[in-house]
């Protein structure tokens, strides 16, 4: 795992969510313990929120120079 100074990458983050998930469902942590647990995965989910905002961005970049037409919703409704 990445020390404190650095912000785990988007993998490492997504690992220690799923952990997170994991031993809060199992029921057996401490309150307090618990609590801690779910700070630190909405501290988790925030950063990788924030990783695929800057990804998506990057790409919207790299398509504008490039003269490629903008990114468009993945629409998984059946309905739409």
Known sequence: MSDAKTAPSFEESLSEL????????????????????????????????????????????LLAEQGEEALSDLNTDSNA
């Open 18 to 61: 799923e952990t997170i998930v994991n031993q809060m469902e199992s029921g057996d942590l401490p309150l307090n313990e618990a609590l801690q647990k779910f700070e630190r995965g909405i501290a988790l989910s925030r950063q990788s929120q924030q990783a695929l905002e800057n990804a998506e961005q990057k790409v919207k970049i």
